[in-house]
């Protein structure tokens, strides 16, 4: 990572498959010296604990951050929010926080934030990165798609959000889970406006 430390970002996850990928996520803005504020839905807590086990548990999940991806994570700091509180920091547009993503971003959450209903933190901080034209990354995992979900992330992306769904490729010759979800994370920090080397470039 060669980014300059300290950077603002809000990270939003809600309850789609693809904790792996919000992890993932989050330890590599924490490693570049971020300050993460962490915003968990409450099926984000449940998948959190459901697909990466108990030690993910949010209550504990800077130690379990430091465990799978090394201590470099505590470069970083993060702030967890309630998703209940849009009274936050990040609710307000006056507060310094220059991205946000949500990952993985459930069809409930997209609808949400292609509608402007800020009816949870999650929703409000990205409602206030579309306003104040700031980089929104909505990583959206669901298959097949219905009219209305394929309609909800085109508003999204007419609004300015950047969608990047959980889609990783095979052409980098993944071998394992944390290869595919590196290349996910590595999409996201690239789409947050982060160098990084989480996969190798494409060499032609
Ligand atoms: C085990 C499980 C897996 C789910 N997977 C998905 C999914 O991949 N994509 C999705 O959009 N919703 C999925 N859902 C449904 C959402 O969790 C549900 O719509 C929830 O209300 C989303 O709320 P949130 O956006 O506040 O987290 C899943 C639910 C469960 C219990």
Not at 31 to 50: H, I, P, T
Not at 99 to 107: D, F, G, K, L, R
Not at 148 to 171: D, H, I, K
Request: with cysteine; hydrophobic share 45%.
């Amino acid at each position: 990572m060669s980014d300059r430390p300290g950077r603002r970002i809000a990270v939003g996850i809600t309850g789609a498959s693809g904790a792996l990928y919000a992890v993932r996520s989050v330890a590599a803005l924490l490693a570049s010296g971020c300050q993460v504020e962490l915003v968990v839905s409450d099926f984000g807590r449940r998948l959190l604990r459901e697909e990466l086990g108990e030690a993910a548990a949010i209550e504990v999940l800077s130690e379990y951050l430091a465990t799978r991806y090394g201590d470099g994570v505590r470069a970083g700091t993060l702030t967890l929010h309630s998703n209940r509180d849009v009274g936050a920091s990040i609710a307000s547009g006056s507060y310094a926080c220059e991205a946000m993503a949500i990952v993985p971003c459930s069809m409930k959450t997209l609808a949400g934030v292609a509608h402007g209903l800020s009816r949870t933190l999650i929703e409000r901080a990205a409602d206030v990165m579309l306003k104040e034209r700031r980089r929104l990354v909505l990583v959206p995992r669901e298959t097949p798609m219905s009219l209305p979900q394929l309609r909800n992330m085109v508003a999204s992306a007419e609004a300015g959000a950047v969608v990047l769904p959980a889609m990783p490729a095979f052409y980098q010759g993944p071998r394992s889970l944390d290869d595919l979800a590196d290349f996910m994370a590595g999409k996201i920090l690239g789409a947050l406006g982060f160098s990084h080397e989480l996969y190798p470039p494409w060499a032609g």
